[in-house]
């Protein structure tokens, strides 16, 4: 018993440091505050001391993008399983049991329709927590079955990437996933039905180099990375200093490259009020 107990009055609780659960406190990577966890949840993930986007699992993206109770989960055919037998320090299908129990869902996505702000929408969301949300034969599949289902139901379409690029154990099957994305997304165009991307943190690689850029309307969030190789590897490669925020939402939004930044709180409405016009409803 510490010295502490000894003195502390009947009645009164100290509490261990086993008492206190190691997650409850979550440091802002952009600030350094300590949140409280619960707090940083009900503000959807934002810092409260700094506005600093949280990365955000698809669950709770889609708690608030969609009205409740309209969500509808789309299925998605399943491909072959590790198709080139692929292992390193681990053998593929052990890495994708272990990113299944971690993000708890089939693969690095989720296609559901739901309605947003009144709007019935068809949306495809990537999971980060699922092998950071790399793109392999699946999540390829999953974007070509997003874009035939708002073609086939005449819907608008969201597109929430969220990855570190093309899938490596999948080999050149992921990056064949480029080319057929894309082609289902010019498909949906050529249908004239909206197509939005929101870009989170962090789009890199393959999937920025295809369907990721191809919106007719590029929302990102504040403060997201969005690039295709990333900034350590651009300066040691090009051996000069990189401006201040370069790859970040508000650079890009700068140069041309998104049409608007556009927070948590006013994204549902947004894509919601973009909607209308485009579709003239």
Same mark, same amino acid.
């Given at each position: 018993?510490?010295?502490?107990? =000894?003195?502390?009055?009947?009645?009164?609780?100290?509490?261990?440091? @086993?008492? /206190?659960?190691? !997650?409850?406190?979550?440091? +802002?990577?952009?600030?350094?505050?300590?949140?409280?966890?619960?707090?940083?949840?009900?503000?959807? !993930?934002?810092?409260? !001391?700094?506005?600093?986007?949280?990365?955000?699992?698809?669950?709770?993206?889609?708690?608030? *993008?969609?009205?409740?109770? &309209?969500?509808?989960? $789309? =299925?998605?055919?399943?491909? @072959?399983?590790?198709?080139?037998?692929?292992?390193?320090?681990?053998?593929?299908?052990?890495? *994708?049991?272990?990113?299944?129990?971690? =993000?708890?869902?089939?693969?690095?996505?989720?296609?559901?329709?739901?309605? $947003?702000?009144?709007? #019935? #929408?068809?949306? +495809?969301?990537?999971?980060?927590?699922?092998?950071?949300?790399?793109?392999?034969?699946?999540?390829?599949?999953?974007?070509?079955?997003?874009?035939?289902?708002?073609?086939?139901? !005449?819907?608008?379409?969201?597109?929430?990437?969220?990855?570190?690029?093309?899938?490596?154990?999948?080999?050149?099957?992921?990056?064949?996933?480029?080319?057929?994305?894309?082609?289902?997304?010019?498909?949906?165009?050529?249908?004239? *039905?909206?197509? *939005?991307?929101?870009?989170?943190?962090?789009?890199?690689?393959?999937?920025?180099?295809?369907?990721?850029?191809?919106?007719?309307?590029?929302?990102?969030?504040?403060?997201?990375?969005?690039?295709?190789?990333?900034?350590? /590897?651009?300066?040691?490669?090009?051996?000069?200093?990189?401006?201040?925020?370069?790859?970040?939402?508000?650079?890009?939004?700068?140069?041309?490259? $998104?049409?608007?930044? &556009?927070?948590?709180?006013?994204?549902?409405?947004?894509?919601? @009020?973009?909607? @209308?016009?485009?579709?003239?409803?």
């Amino acid at each position: 018993m510490s010295w502490l107990r =000894s003195i502390t009055k009947p009645g009164v609780f100290t509490r261990s440091k @086993k008492d /206190v659960k190691a !997650n409850v406190w979550v440091k +802002c990577p952009s600030c350094g505050d300590m949140l409280y966890r619960k707090d940083l949840a009900a503000n959807l !993930n934002i810092c409260t !001391n700094c506005g600093h986007h949280h990365r955000i699992s698809v669950q709770a993206r889609l708690a608030y *993008l969609c009205d409740e109770g &309209t969500t509808q989960e $789309v =299925s998605v055919p399943a491909p @072959k399983v590790d198709p080139l037998k692929f292992k390193d320090r681990k053998s593929y299908a052990d890495r *994708l049991k272990d990113a299944k129990k971690a =993000s708890d869902g089939e693969d690095a996505f989720k296609v559901v329709i739901g309605d $947003v702000d009144g709007v #019935t #929408t068809v949306l +495809c969301l990537l999971d980060f927590a699922f092998m950071a949300g790399s793109m392999g034969t699946y999540v390829g599949e999953a974007i070509v079955k997003a874009a035939q289902t708002a073609k086939e139901k !005449n819907l608008p379409l969201v597109l929430v990437p969220a990855s570190g690029g093309a899938r490596m154990q999948e080999g050149i099957l992921s990056l064949m996933q480029m080319a057929r994305t894309t082609a289902a997304i010019l498909d949906l165009k050529d249908a004239g *039905l909206p197509y *939005l991307v929101l870009l989170t943190d962090p789009t890199t690689g393959g999937v920025t180099a295809s369907f990721a850029m191809q919106g007719d309307v590029l929302m990102a969030e504040p403060g997201a990375l969005i690039g295709f190789a990333g900034p350590r /590897v651009i300066q040691q490669t090009i051996g000069e200093t990189l401006p201040e925020g370069f790859q970040t939402a508000e650079y890009l939004k700068d140069h041309g490259m $998104v049409d608007m930044v &556009t927070g948590r709180h006013q994204q549902k409405a947004e894509i919601a @009020k973009i909607f @209308k016009i485009l579709t003239k409803a």
